[in-house]
């Protein structure tokens, strides 16, 4: 029996509120204050959602940051100010993509991926974390991505999936 793409995208939409799909993973620092420890810390998250969801990190002195993440278009959308945003505007992470996984990573891996989330975490302390997420290839074990706090910290992020 043939099924539609468009079929089996719907049915993955309308089923999206109701699955509910939660992936571990971790924030590593690789640059800036936390890196300079000597015992670098690896902070424990949890990722839920199917076509979007949540993302919750637990830091070191027991703050817990967390937003909502969501793919994005393929058009990146510049980062300028909006005053009438709910949260704060997302931060231009492509030098981080590089920091973190080489050079040219953003441009030949992330830029027009379709399957490229970006989430703003909010610390119940204050904290703020921007992360962006990129699965390329659309397979298990593939999901790359980056953080950066405004504490100057810059964070390999891994999912366990």
Known sequence: MKCSSFALFSTATLLAGCISLSVPGGFSPVQGPLSQQSQIPTYTAKMSGLLS???SVILANGEVCQGPWAFMSK???DNTSNSNAASPVPRDLAADWDLVYGP???TAHVVGNRLYARATLTGNAGTI???ELSNESNTRG???GVAQDEHGNVFKVSVYN
Do not use: E, H, S
Request: hydrophobic letters at 35%.
């Open 53 to 55: 969801g949540t993302i």
């Open 129 to 131: 974390m921007y992360v």
């Open 142 to 144: 593939n999901t790359k």
């Open 75 to 77: 058009t990146i959308p």
């Open 104 to 106: 040219g990573f953003y």
